[in-house]
């Protein structure tokens, strides 16, 4: 079903595009080589709505699944509920953006001048688009968000007054949060605008936004770590990462490019996650997407999710603390078993979804095996690897005893002197934004309508399926 089908199929097999999408893709040849982003979408829009229209008149009554009364309780895993066009999670092969593994997209995607490493302006591109973009489109993409960046001055003072100990996750939430001041989607909404223009609204907020992150992120990062000095200005000849990283006050290219593989690869796990679910969910009752993102950054911050990353380094500091850099297997085994019996997870194993070991794990692994392999953390991280998946898997319940992204990002960071693991989360927020923006976009231009399931009673529940009546 076109439909469905991969951005990279279509673009490994031209000759085979036949029908409506072969004489639309040929029609809109000039305009998917626009360095426009907005232009590229415009022309894909009605040809997607037309798409989804036939395909529900078609199918719309055809059953996708069975809901059990385990998957109501147990946080409706597997329930298939939601339609997320920018990538798709297999449980045994990973993340798959627009079709895209996360080794292909690091080949297709166009890197820095002298870089290896995909520009995240690139998977943007791809997630909102299905098309591996051109140099020429990324840096217009990097150009229009370099244009953008700046603050609003409430917003400043808002972060500048915030008390050192809220955490950096609070801060960047709630200046997400007043910074709906600058929406355009809600104002056009105020004015009336007519319900088929949505979608452009929220893709210039969504433009903003994103250009804005590195901004906030990095004012938050000075204020709380670099006693509040100048993030400085702009510059922009540079990539989205080059001035992330000049305003965090790293100056080490190395850095720059393990920016760009972070922030390119934390940046869409289908619609399920719970940022990903809620920035959908809270955009369905048309609040802006600054709401809505900060919203799903509201649910990053948990240490079942995001803040995992900074969970996995305070575990480790706690390692080294005890037993020290060079801990033997045993020694960690011990301690592995200490952290399970007094009920904590072990961070950064498990997944709701994976089965296998998290392609973005092995490419950060890839990194630290490329760029670092005698750091100490990594060798740790390396031990942990082959210690943590057995015990697990004796524990007998856990479904995946395998590490996800959350377990090797921490170590990366620290290398290049990033030791502040309490901003790691915001990090994974900035990147988190590029997937899930893309598909609020594509909730709009779809007219995808206020999400609301239904929820029964225990007691409803259970009259439903025929069980006897609760004894209380
Ligand atoms: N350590 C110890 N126990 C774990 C575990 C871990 N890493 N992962 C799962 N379990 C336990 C669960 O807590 C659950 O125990 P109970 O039945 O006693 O409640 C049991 O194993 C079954 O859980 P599951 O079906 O395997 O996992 P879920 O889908 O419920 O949860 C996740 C998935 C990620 C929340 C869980 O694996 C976890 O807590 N991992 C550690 C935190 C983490 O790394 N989160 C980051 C995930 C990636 C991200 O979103 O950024």
Redesign the pocket.
């Given at each position: 079903m076109a439909l469905f089908r991969s951005a990279a199929a279509r673009l490994m097999a031209p000759q085979q595009k036949v029908g409506p999408l072969a004489v639309l893709s040929a029609r809109f040849c000039s305009a998917s080589e626009s360095t426009d982003l907005r232009e590229v979408l415009a022309h894909k829009v009605p040809a997607m709505q037309s798409e989804v229209k036939g395909f529900r008149k078609e199918h719309g009554s055809t059953k996708v699944g069975e809901i059990t009364v385990d998957m109501m309780y147990g946080?409706m895993?597997g329930i298939k509920g939601l339609v997320t066009e920018t990538s798709v999670l297999d449980p045994e092969e990973g993340i798959r953006f627009r079709g895209y593994s996360i080794p292909e997209t690091q080949k297709v995607l166009p890197s820095a001048e002298g870089g290896e490493e995909p520009l995240p302006e690139g998977i943007f591109w791809l997630l909102l688009t299905g098309d591996v973009p051109s140099k020429a489109q990324v840096d217009a993409v990097s150009k229009e968000w370099a244009d953008r960046a700046d603050l609003p001055p409430h917003i400043v003072n808002m972060l500048n007054n915030f008390p050192s100990n809220l955490h950096p996750m609070s801060q960047f939430s709630a200046a997400i949060t007043a910074l709906n001041s600058e929406s355009q989607f809600a104002k056009a909404y105020g004015d009336g605008v007519h319900k088929s223009k949505y979608w452009e609204y929220c893709f210039e907020d969504s433009m903003n936004l994103i250009a804005k992150l590195p901004t906030v992120a990095a004012t938050i990062y000075r204020n709380l770590y670099r006693d509040g000095t100048s993030i400085g200005a702009i510059d922009p000849s540079k990539d989205w990462s080059s001035n992330f990283t000049a305003m965090l006050g790293y100056d080490d290219p190395q850095f720059t490019e393990l920016m760009r593989l972070y922030l390119t690869i934390h940046s869409d796990h289908e619609g399920g996650?719970?940022s990903a679910h809620t920035t959908h969910l809270v955009g369905s009752a048309l609040s802006d997407p600054y709401l809505s993102f900060a919203a799903g950054m509201n649910g990053l911050a948990g240490?079942?999710?995001?803040l995992?990353?900074q969970?996995?380094l305070v575990w480790l500091s706690k390692v080294r603390a005890e037993i020290g850099d060079d801990a033997t297997e045993d020694q960690l085994k011990e301690f592995i078993w200490k952290t399970?019996k007094s009920g904590?997870?072990?961070?950064?194993?498990?997944?709701?979804v994976l089965r296998k070991t998290d392609p973005r794990y092995t490419c950060q692994r890839e990194f630290a095996l490329k760029h670092l392999p005698d750091d100490k953390l990594f060798k740790l991280v390396a031990t942990v690897y082959k210690v943590v998946p057995p015990i697990?898997t004796d524990?007998g319940?856990?479904?995946?005893p395998w590490p996800?992204?959350?377990?090797h990002s921490g170590v990366l960071l620290q290398h290049y002197g990033m030791t502040e693991m309490s901003f790691y989360t915001v990090l994974?927020g900035v990147s988190r934004a590029l997937g899930v923006l893309a598909s609020l976009v594509w909730d709009r231009a779809l007219g995808l309508p206020i999400e609301r399931p239904k929820s029964m009673s225990s007691e409803g529940l259970k009259k439903f399926v025929g069980a006897a009546a609760t004894a209380a």
């Open positions: 946080g895993r996650n719970v240490p079942l999710h995001g995992a990353n969970e996995v399970l904590q997870v072990v961070p950064g194993y498990g997944h709701a697990l524990l319940k856990v479904k995946n996800n992204v959350d377990a994974f």
